[in-house]
Structures are given as structure tokens and as C-alpha cells.
């Protein structure tokens, strides 16, 4: 007698969302399964590397991670351009640090010419995010949307503090919003729920639970993804059925592992090797538990995870 293996059904589905213009728009989400169960249902997009770049020179970044771009990252447009052209990245992910108060302190009309100049200089989706500092975000998002209204870009991220004008600065500019609360199934369905009720498309906000690395509570992030994704499948619950996204690159490089010299701990092994592979097991944990979009640094831990994709679609 043949073998049949058993198959879940679900109720739910996972909304498909598109970022970009023209023909490098790029769709991630629309599975009515868990990840990469393609053997009991639909999974018509593969998940999103988004390659991570800056408004200013990675000056805190560990030196692993810095190597690569050490010839570009001195100017965000060729360093975009490196990624797209080089890398051949589906998506970049400008991140607006220099706006932080506690670094360059940058202006908002210094980062919509920032914004401006990346957006003309390349053709694949932008996503653009603030400094993570709520205040100083609220300013510089809003005027970044309005430079870049009708691109179809991810604007982010919105929190609890300051969710009401970027939603409505994405909104009136024709961009998907990232929305983010602090590792809580509760406070992210909150927020989803707060965010529609301003009349922001629900099929336009992609999920950010907060992340984590490898060994620094990744756990708690892979559990808090998988009841999302559980609750949009399993319950066909509508304010859980946005894309995950899991923001690899700003947790992994800055913990101890990824920076430690092999001279200080000689017992970890080879810093560039387990550095690099720190970052792709995180990202894979995250795309495992749920994550659709993912955002990373290094084009080698990059590489090993698009890879693994392959293997697994």
C-alpha cells in the first residue's frame, strides 16, 4: 500500500505584497502555509534579501562586515549602486542613521536628498527607514515619503510613539508601512489593528516583531513569529496576516560573537567565518519561523541563505 503523508489545511492566508515600480517590483507573502511548505498548499514568492546600506559611513559596523564595502560605503548612491549592480540585490534597505540625535543629527532635508539620489540612482525597491529614535523619526519620515510618493517603497518603522503621521505620510505618498512593536503577539496585532483603523490598507503593512541574534534570545523572536503566523493560518485571523519581516543585520553584527578576535578567544574559531555564518543562521531561524522580507549585511552570509531558498522552494 502506498504511503501517503499527512497534509494540515488551513483557513488563512498571508497577504502578498508588492514594493517597487516597473519590472524590479518585487512581491514577497501571499503562502496560504507554514514556510516552505509548499507540499500542503501555496507558496507562490520566494522571501526578500533586502541588502542594508546608510546615509552615513559604517563607522560602528565590526570590520567584518565593513570589509566588503570598504571602496563604497564612504557615499549611500554608490553604495547602492554596488548593491544593485554587484550584489545584484532584489531590494536595498537605506537606513537613515545620520538622522539620530546621537549621531550626525542629520536633518530631514538632508535626508530627503539622500533618499532623492539613491532612488534616481538605482531601479530596484527601496526601503527606507528611520534612525529608530521615535521623535526625530516622525520628522524625517514624513518628508522622505513625500520625496519619494508614487516609488512604492517600504517606509519604517512605525511604533506605538509615533504611528499615526508616517502611517498617514505612507499613506497620502502611495508607500507600504513597516510596523513595529516590541516582541509581543498582543502589541503587534494592537498596532496592526490601530494602523487599519486610520484607514491604512491592511494588505499594505508588513509586521515587524522586533528581532534578534543567534544566542541573544532568538528564541523568544522565533516563537513570537510562529503564533503570528499560526494565528493568520490556523485562526484566519485578518490582523495577523501581514508579512514578517525579520531586521537581521542591525542585532547580529554588534554582539560579542561577531566581533571578538580570535587572539582574545581563540576557542570560537575564525571571526570572518563565524561572524558571516552567525548572520545566516540567524536569518534562516527568522525565514523558518515566518519572516517573508529579510534585512542583511554581509554578501557572503547573504549568498548562503539565497541558497538555502533555493533548496527549500
Known amino acids: 500500500m502506498a504511503f501517503t503523508a499527512p497534509k494540515e489545511t488551513y483557513t488563512g492566508k498571508v497577504y502578498a505584497v508588492t514594493i517597487g515600480t516597473g519590472d524590479k517590483a518585487v512581491t514577497f507573502g501571499g ?7 509548499s507540499f500542503e498548499g501555496v507558496t507562490p514568492n520566494r ?21 566588503p564595502y570598504e571602496a563604497v560605503s564612504g557615499d549611500p548612491v554608490t553604495w547602492a549602486k554596488f548593491c544593485q549592480d554587484e550584489l545584484k540585490a532584489r531590494a536595498i534597505a ?15 532635508a538632508d535626508a530627503v536628498k539622500t533618499v532623492k539620489d539613491v532612488l534616481a ?17 516622525t520628522a524625517v519620515l514624513v518628508a522622505v515619503a513625500e520625496a519619494a510618493k508614487d516609488k512604492n517603497c517600504i517606509i ?8 499615526k503621521t508616517i502611517a498617514a505620510a505612507a499613506m497620502a505618498n502611495n508607500h507600504k508601512l513597516i510596523a513595529m512593536s516590541e516582541l509581543d503577539i498582543n502589541l503587534s496585532k494592537q498596532l496592526n489593528i490601530l494602523i487599519t483603523q486610520m484607514g491604512f490598507d491592511k494588505e499594505k503593512v508588513i509586521t515587524d516583531p522586533m528581532c534578534s541574534a543567534l544566542g541573544y534570545g ?16 490556523t485562526q484566519n485571523d485578518v490582523t495577523m496576516q501581514q508579512p514578517l519581516l525579520g531586521d537581521v543585520g542591525m542585532y547580529v553584527w554588534k554582539i560579542k560573537e561577531a566581533s571578538a578576535s580570535e587572539e582574545d578567544l581563540p576557542q570560537w574559531g575564525a571571526l570572518e567565518e563565524r561572524s558571516i555564518a552567525w548572520e545566516a543562521e540567524t536569518a534562516a531561524a527568522l525565514m523558518i519561523a515566518g519572516a517573508e522580507l529579510l534585512i542583511m549585511r554581509h554578501p557572503r552570509a547573504i549568498k548562503e541563505v539565497d541558497n538555502l531558498i533555493d533548496e527549500l522552494v
Request: proline fraction near 8%; charge should be negative.
Open 218 to 233: 532568538i528564541e523568544y523572536t522565533y516563537s513570537v513569529m510562529e503564533r503570528i503566523r499560526l494565528a493568520a493560518l
Open 156 to 163: 519604517g518603522k512605525a511604533q506605538e510613539a509615533n504611528y
Open 94 to 108: 537605506l537606513r537613515l542613521i545620520g538622522t539620530h540625535p546621537d549621531r550626525e543629527n542629520r536633518s530631514p
Open 47 to 67: 522571501p526578500v534579501i533586502a541588502v542594508e546600506i546608510q546615509d552615513v559611513p559604517p563607522a560602528d559596523w565590526a570590520d567584518t562586515v565593513k570589509k
Open 31 to 37: 503562502e496560504n502555509v507554514l514556510p516552505f511548505h
Open 121 to 137: 540612482a538605482v531601479q530596484v525597491p527601496l526601503i527606507i527607514l528611520g534612525s529608530n529614535h521615535a521623535e526625530k523619526d
